[in-house]
């Protein structure tokens, strides 16, 4: 390209950008581009609010010296996404937080520190942030006394309390357990931490009786951790526990608790457990979560359904783009399959996966503000890149990436990456056993020793690079660095567990 096609194309960049920045500022306007980006259609604009945010326990009645179960949730009914937001649950005295038992999903930074629950972030437009964790009733409350838990949330300029109430009742006419010469309270079963799925999508859930006797078990598994919708009830009998076998989906978080069954005696709730499945879209349903993250210039990089696949494409020199569903993968090892093909054979247009991307829990992008789209820090400040290249065969530019600078006036795209570790990038050119003009299958196995790439079941590269193989957000990538715009559809791509 020339200097007088650099200039010409700098300036219609620029405005392109002025005229971008004026249109972003009413958030709805904003708001109604990025849904028409991904096919959602428009909808009617509702305000950001938290009024819809609640709080409850899992037991009205308890004993002294119980396990309660509180769940949290921050929900966001408005149009728009709602920022710096704040939750803040202080336990009264009565109340001793259960090591280890906070858990949240919807992302953003939380915590626990001498019985102080926090979370900070932000709840996504139609969407809820729960949080969840267990506490244990001191062993020398009084009959009758009511054990009452608030929670505050801060957060669109103004204050909502929501509290959770447990009363303390005596022994007599609890839950109890006879046996032919002894009796004792039904207590909770303790829940263990999961182990990793094998690569069938295969885990043990299993636990602690806490009591003696013949007592059956029933377990329960939900996408949520309040378990407001049940998946399944596995009634274990006396087993303490029990292999789940699930199909990869677009929803690969499960959780599970256990309660102790002795005829009509029931045991309250035990903990919550979770654990991360393997992860499978075949592009058939366009609400999976799929969004831009990371952009050169929005109305240039988009994607869209058809067909059962997912089509995503780059249409100016210079640009680039990230897709991703920001959902986790799970724990190491794991592979990473997808099949695609290019739609259009121009020189040096560019796709391929991300992984290793990073993600603190904001909403990623913010489309009330340019900064928020363009020069963000709230996702995939660094990933790993192989990026696939056609100029009539096919060569893998292997890319880890370790700090993205927004930088306009550095000629060409304007995100760059000025502070990488250049010596761990390397190229196959070409790679072998490919298929440059139609469809190939893709293979990445990232483990904690280094990742593997192939293609249509051969190994073609290694690099022993694990600077990012804890972090688990992976999605597509797309670029192109000439006049010709780099299109690729993918039929399917799915994340799951590898055997050590």
Same mark, same amino acid.
């Given at each position: 390209?020339?200097?007088?096609?650099?200039?010409?194309?700098?300036?219609?960049?620029?405005?392109?950008?002025?005229?971008?920045?004026?249109?972003?500022?009413?958030?709805?306007?904003?708001?109604?581009?990025?849904?028409?980006?991904?096919?959602?259609?428009?909808?009617?604009?509702?305000?950001?609010?938290?009024?819809?945010?609640?709080?409850?326990?899992?037991?009205?009645?308890?004993?002294?010296?119980?396990?309660?179960?509180?769940?949290?949730?921050?929900?966001?009914?408005?149009?728009?996404?709602?920022?710096?937001?704040?939750?803040?649950?202080?336990?009264?005295?009565?109340?001793?937080?259960?090591?280890?038992?906070?858990?949240?999903?919807?992302?953003?930074?939380?915590?626990?520190?001498?019985?102080?629950?926090?979370?900070?972030?932000?709840?996504?437009?139609?969407?809820?942030?729960?949080?969840?964790?267990?506490?244990?009733?001191?062993?020398?409350?009084?009959?009758?006394?009511?054990?009452?838990?608030?929670?505050?949330? #801060?957060? /669109? *300029?103004?204050?909502?309390?929501? $509290? =959770? %109430?447990?009363?303390? &009742? @005596?022994? +007599?006419?609890?839950?109890?357990?006879?046996?032919?010469?002894?009796?004792?309270?039904?207590?909770?079963?303790?829940?263990?931490?999961?182990?990793?799925?094998?690569?069938?999508?295969?885990?043990?859930?299993?636990?602690?009786?806490?009591?003696?006797?013949?007592?059956?078990?029933?377990?329960?598994?939900?996408?949520?951790?309040?378990?407001? #919708?049940? /998946? *399944?009830?596995?009634?274990?009998? $006396? =087993? %303490?526990?029990?292999? &789940? @076998?699930? +199909?990869?989906?677009?929803?690969?978080?499960?959780?599970?608790?256990?309660?102790?069954?002795?005829?009509?005696?029931?045991?309250?709730?035990?903990?919550?457990?979770?654990?991360?499945?393997?992860?499978?879209?075949?592009?058939?349903?366009?609400?999976?979560?799929?969004?831009?993250?990371?952009?050169?210039?929005?109305?240039?990089?988009?994607?869209?359904?058809? *067909?059962?696949?997912?089509?995503?494409?780059?249409?100016?020199?210079?640009?680039?783009?990230?897709?991703?569903?920001?959902?986790?993968?799970?724990?190491?090892?794991?592979?990473?399959?997808?099949?695609?093909?290019?739609?259009?054979?121009?020189?040096?247009?560019?796709?391929?996966?991300?992984?290793?991307?990073?993600?603190?829990?904001?909403?990623?992008?913010?489309?009330?503000?340019?900064?928020?789209?363009?020069?963000?820090?709230?996702?995939?400040?660094?990933?790993?890149?192989?990026?696939?290249?056609?100029?009539?065969?096919?060569?893998?530019?292997?890319?880890?990436?370790?700090?993205?600078?927004?930088?306009?006036?550095?000629?060409?795209?304007?995100?760059?990456?000025?502070?990488?570790?250049?010596?761990?990038?390397?190229?196959?050119?070409?790679?072998?056993?490919?298929?440059?003009?139609?469809?190939?299958?893709?293979?990445?196995?990232?483990?904690?020793?280094?990742?593997?790439?192939?293609?249509?079941?051969?190994?073609?590269?290694?690099?022993?690079?694990?600077?990012?193989?804890?972090?688990?957000?992976?999605?597509?990538?797309?670029?192109?660095?000439?006049?010709?715009?780099?299109?690729?559809?993918?039929?399917?791509?799915?994340?799951?567990?590898?055997?050590?």
């Amino acid at each position: 390209m020339g200097m007088l096609e650099n200039s010409q194309k700098l300036g219609r960049r620029r405005s392109a950008l002025l005229s971008l920045v004026i249109a972003m500022a009413l958030v709805f306007a904003v708001t109604q581009n990025l849904q028409a980006q991904q096919g959602t259609g428009q909808e009617e604009f509702q305000p950001a609010t938290l009024d819809g945010s609640s709080k409850v326990v899992d037991q009205s009645q308890a004993l002294p010296g119980e396990i309660l179960g509180y769940t949290v949730i921050i929900s966001n009914s408005g149009s728009v996404p709602a920022t710096n937001v704040t939750v803040t649950d202080t336990l009264p005295i009565s109340l001793t937080y259960q090591s280890g038992s906070l858990a949240v999903a919807g992302g953003g930074l939380y915590g626990e520190s001498n019985g102080v629950i926090t979370w900070t972030g932000a709840v996504n437009n139609n969407a809820q942030v729960i949080i969840t964790f267990n506490a244990v009733l001191s062993g020398d409350l009084p009959v009758g006394a009511e054990i009452q838990n608030t929670v505050y949330i #801060t957060g /669109l *300029n103004s204050l909502i309390t929501r $509290t =959770a %109430t447990t009363e303390v &009742i @005596s022994s +007599t006419g609890s839950t109890t357990l006879y046996l032919p010469t002894i009796f004792k309270d039904l207590s909770a079963p303790i829940l263990n931490p999961i182990g990793r799925p094998n690569s069938n999508n295969q885990w043990t859930v299993s636990w602690n009786p806490n009591n003696t006797g013949t007592i059956n078990f029933e377990l329960q598994e939900s996408f949520d951790p309040s378990f407001t #919708t049940i /998946l *399944n009830t596995y009634n274990a009998g $006396t =087993a %303490t526990s029990q292999l &789940i @076998s699930q +199909t990869p989906g677009l929803r690969n978080v499960f959780y599970y608790r256990v309660r102790a069954i002795v005829g009509s005696l029931i045991s309250p709730w035990s903990n919550v457990q979770s654990v991360i499945g393997g992860y499978r879209d075949e592009f058939n349903d366009p609400t999976s979560g799929w969004a831009i993250r990371r952009t050169t210039y929005i109305e240039e990089v988009r994607f869209w359904y058809e *067909n059962g696949r997912l089509i995503f494409q780059v249409e100016d020199p210079w640009d680039w783009g990230i897709a991703s569903p920001m959902v986790q993968a799970p724990d190491l090892p794991y592979v990473i399959e997808y099949r695609s093909e290019p739609a259009n054979l121009g020189n040096l247009v560019s796709h391929g996966a991300v992984f290793g991307g990073d993600w603190p829990g904001a909403i990623c992008p913010d489309y009330s503000t340019i900064g928020g789209v363009y020069y963000h820090d709230l996702c995939f400040n660094h990933f790993y890149n192989a990026n696939t290249i056609w100029y009539g065969p096919l060569k893998l530019a292997f890319e880890r990436v370790d700090f993205l600078v927004w930088c306009p006036q550095c000629g060409g795209s304007p995100m760059k990456r000025l502070a990488d570790d250049y010596s761990a990038w390397f190229t196959i050119d070409p790679i072998p056993s490919v298929n440059s003009t139609t469809w190939n299958d893709w293979r990445i196995e990232v483990r904690a020793t280094g990742i593997n790439f192939s293609v249509n079941g051969d190994q073609y590269a290694f690099t022993s690079d694990t600077t990012w193989v804890n972090d688990r957000y992976f999605g597509v990538f797309g670029s192109t660095d000439e006049y010709s715009n780099s299109t690729w559809r993918y039929e399917y791509y799915q994340v799951m567990p590898l055997d050590n």
